[in-house]
């Protein structure tokens, strides 16, 4: 499933904005964002038609079926990998492209599978993200804002199957045993998620915000918290954050990371143990 990026335009971002974009060549040129990917021959033609210079997004996630795993050299991915200890193997071999600094490896996903910033499942590796629901990744031979072209790999592996130790779900927020089921104790969850979204430094937002919200999620899964409340309270502190500072739609990628998060933490909700009253001293007249 596709849908056209911005791509370049006589040396910068093939968008309105041109020189002043924000993001050159990877945001959306359409409405709905990557929501509006599709397969569909026609559609394709019509779009490519209007931007002959877009370039190609490739969506990823449940519709899609599809994860992309992003090797980003310059901030470390080379050092993360080599790090991984013999539970975690390395990368299987899968259909790969050059980006115009490193590279993207295509797998096969589960149903559904979060984005990710400088980790993957369980591990944090700077340099290595990853695109799932909600995502997608611009594909060859698309061009990049270095000057180069993405570029599939000569002779390519099959795609491969996403390794399980990826597509585990993050490990919630550490919770106290036995914590309080109280309206404080959720709404104070809630206030230090969305603090933590919102001082989350460049490069770690998105992730950050996933993270978020697979911990109050679980408290969704409770009935502790509403699904409203939290989805608002992220959003925002997304904005306040700086993740909405991309061009066109940064909304669409914020509420399916948010949406992602929480529905992983759903499907594991807290164990929290009922409120108690807190006892009441009974005075006594003489």
């Known amino acids: 499933m596709v849908l056209p990026v911005a791509g370049m335009l006589s040396g910068h971002c093939g968008c309105r904005r041109g020189r002043d974009c924000p993001r050159p060549a990877k945001h959306p040129l359409i409405a709905g964002g990557v929501r509006s990917a599709t397969a569909d021959a026609d559609q394709i033609h019509r779009w ?19 994860a992309v795993v992003d090797l980003d050299p310059a901030h470390g991915a080379t050092a993360s990998l080599e790090r991984l200890d013999p539970g975690h193997q390395p990368l299987p071999p899968t259909l790969s492209a050059r980006t115009g600094g490193g590279w993207h490896r295509y797998y096969r996903a589960p149903a559904s599978i979060s984005n990710t910033a400088g980790r993957l499942g369980a591990l944090d590796l700077p340099g290595v993200d990853l695109r799932g629901e909600g995502g997608y990744v611009v594909a060859a031979p698309s061009p990049h804002p270095s000057g180069v072209r993405y570029a599939w790999v000569a002779d390519p592996a099959p795609l491969a199957p996403l390794p399980s130790w990826i597509a585990a779900p993050p490990p919630p927020t550490p919770t106290p045993l036995g914590v309080d089921r109280s309206p404080s104790y959720a709404r104070h969850a809630l206030e230090a998620e969305c603090d933590r979204v919102a ?63 929480l529905a992983a933490g759903r499907s594991r909700p807290r164990a929290l143990s009922r409120s108690r009253e807190p006892a009441r001293r009974v005075l006594l007249r003489r």
């Not at 209007?50 to 599809?66: D, K, Q, S, Y």
């Not at 700086?242 to 909304?251: D, E, I, S």
């Open 48 to 66: 490519w038609a209007r931007w002959p210079w877009a370039g190609v997004g490739i969506a990823t996630g449940a519709r899609a079926r599809l």
């Open 199 to 261: 001082r989350a430094a460049l490069g770690a937002r998105n992730d950050t915000l996933n993270r978020a919200a697979f911990s109050l999620g679980t408290l969704v899964g409770a009935g502790a918290l509403e699904e409203g409340t939290v989805v608002e309270a992220l959003a925002n502190a997304a904005i306040r954050a700086g993740l909405a500072t991309r061009a066109p739609l940064p909304a669409d990628e914020i509420i399916a990371t948010i949406a992602s998060g």
